[in-house]
T-cell receptor, first 114, second 113 residues
Framework: QQQVKQSPQSLIVQKGGISIINCAYE??????FPWYQQFPGKGPALLIA?????SEKKEGRFTISFNKSAKQFSLHIMDSQPGDSATYFC?????????????FGAGTTVTVRA | DSGVTQTPKHLITATGQRVTLRCSPR?????VYWYQQSLDQGLQFLIQ???????AKGNILERFSAQQFPDLHSELNLSSLELGDSALYFC????????????FGPGTRLTVL
């Protein structure tokens, strides 16, 4: 059972366009929301992350928007480049005492056409 | 390069067999996580070890087991393999087992024929 629901499954965008990936969660105990980027043949790598007390975080061309009341968050990739072509996973972290669990969304494959 | 190493890179075996996947965490990381990535299930958390002890269990089958050794490397053992076990298996590590960033290895691609 997916604790974090991610959409779309895939998207194609022209170079210079905006890619938008959406995620939704149910468990309000989640306290950290990272996005991981995975290139073919590689393991996922942390791209950008946000805490639920912040509504937006921007790092370069990547922006996370967070809506706590709707339990939704999204990744925007501005001025998309061919090098951004990868699979993107949203995730949510649950901290309990010294333990934490990372739950991933199903992933979105982004293809940027030159 | 994340600093996490996994061997082998590829593994092809037959149903019913047993295999062992190996992971070496980043230098200084005490915690190791195992994930299974398949096309229809995404990234599924299997199990976590911290400094040699099992800390958390996810969707790990009883046919699968893991351990973390005193030198902190970890092995994932998969037995009585089925076709559906074909997947990418990732190992990740972090410093204390409670940080917010995990560092993933390059994965082991397992094909069960």
């Amino acid at each position: 059972q997916q604790q974090v629901k991610q959409s779309p499954q895939s998207l194609i965008v022209q170079k210079g366009g905006i890619s938008i990936i959406n995620c939704a969660y149910e468990n309000t105990a989640f306290d950290y929301f990272p996005w991981y980027q995975q290139f073919p043949g590689k393991g996922p790598a942390l791209l950008i992350a946000i805490r639920p007390d912040v509504s937006e975080k921007k790092e370069g061309r990547f922006t996370i928007s967070f809506n706590k009341s709707a339990k939704q968050f999204s990744l925007h990739i501005m001025d998309s480049q061919p090098g951004d072509s990868a699979t993107y996973f949203c995730a949510a972290t649950l901290h309990i005492s010294n333990d934490y669990k990372l739950s991933f969304g199903a992933g979105t494959t982004v293809t940027v056409r030159a | 390069d994340s600093g996490v190493t996994q061997t082998p890179k590829h593994l092809i075996t037959a149903t019913g067999q047993r295999v062992t996947l190996r992971c070496s965490p980043r230098s200084g990381d005490l915690s190791v996580y195992w994930y299974q990535q398949s096309l229809d299930q995404g990234l599924q958390f299997l199990i976590q070890y911290y400094n040699g002890e099992e800390r958390a269990k996810g969707n790990i089958l009883e046919r699968f087991s893991a351990q973390q050794f005193p030198d902190l490397h970890s092995e994932l053992n998969l037995s009585s393999l089925e076709l559906g076990d074909s997947a990418l298996y990732f190992c990740a590590s972090d410093r204390q087992g409670s940080s917010n960033e995990q560092f993933f290895g390059p994965g082991t691609r397992l094909t069960v024929l």
